[in-house]
């Protein structure tokens, strides 16, 4: 029977399938911070994966559900680069053959990755829906299964395991802070907490950017976003998915965005008080607070996730020398 939703058992039955494979990343207090952003700091470091991001838990949760035969025909996705590192991993330590379809102006240090690792690479347009086109058009010739990189249920249970360690770990958290691209990790982590204790507030940010979560949210129905240029690539997206976009709004507090300036800031701080190599689209969370867009007691126990690493030293120390870094989509 196909999948319509994912659950909290189906979380907690991906975290058995990908435990010989991922690191469980630790909550580490971060209390440097609290003052400047109001609440007490915990942050979830993703990019201590093998992959430096969290998408190596979705991954490897949808292959490792695969069959035999589905195996056999090799795995395809379109990714904006971190979906895509963690499809050509998985595919090297499953020894399965990976495609992997990334905008032509993906940060090289992506698509050098993907292929260090055994896939084959293969540089499309920007546009989302281009890129699809690509994917479906392999699959046409070659017969891949494709591993969809936020749509997937399976994919979703993947990235809902962060929820379950941030639970273990701190079971009395008040809030837990998000980044939204596609939605897949947002709905697999609200879905998680939300199971375990409704009472948690789970809020998603996005960049103001490229907001079309936020935009529907306002609307009350999807809507699709103008997305302009933004260092916050990992979150392109233009149009809510079918099937993350009513858990996200089943099990999301709120929604948020957050200005180019604050991710930039934002980057600075995870750089400086926390000693993390994070990618903008990590770091919107601390962005979130930093600007305000999300408010909080000085008491508040605050979980923010922070999702990836695989960006390019060189940008990084130009933030850090406070110049400005050009986004790109």
Known sequence: MEKTAVTLEDIK???????????????????????????QVYV?????????????????SKIL??????????????????????????????????TVIVPEDTPRLKVENARSMGADVILWERAYTERWKKVHAEVEEHGYTIVHNYEDFDVMAGQGTIGLEIMADLADVETVLVPIGGGGLISGISTAIKEINSEIRVI???AEACC???????????TKATVK???????????????????IEKYVDDIVTVSEEAIEEAVRMVANDAKFV????ACVGIAALLSGAVTTRPDEKVCVVLTSGNWGIDMIGKLLKGEHVEGIY
Do not use: W
């Not at 680069?81 to 963690?86: I, K, M």
């Not at 936020?214 to 999807?222: A, F, I, T, V, W």
């Open 65 to 98: 559900s695969l069959t035999q035969a589905e195996r056999d025909k090799g795995i395809i996705t379109s990714s904006s680069g971190n979906h895509g590192q963690a499809c050509a991993y998985a595919g090297k330590v499953l020894g399965i053959h990976a």
């Open 229 to 247: 240029q933004t260092i916050a690539d990992g979150l392109a997206c233009d149009f809510p998915g079918n099937n993350t976009y009513p858990i």
């Open 204 to 206: 998603g940010v996005q």
């Open 44 to 60: 979830k470091p993703e990019m201590l994966q093998v992959t430096g991001a969290f998408k190596i838990r979705g991954a490897l």
């Open 13 to 39: 039955k991906a975290a058995e399938r990908i435990r010989p494979y991922v690191c469980r990343t630790p909550l580490l207090r971060e209390g440097k911070m609290d003052g400047a952003l109001g609440c």
């Open 278 to 281: 994070a990618e903008p689209s």
């Open 212 to 222: 079309p979560y936020y935009l529907s949210r306002q609307n009350g129905e999807r």
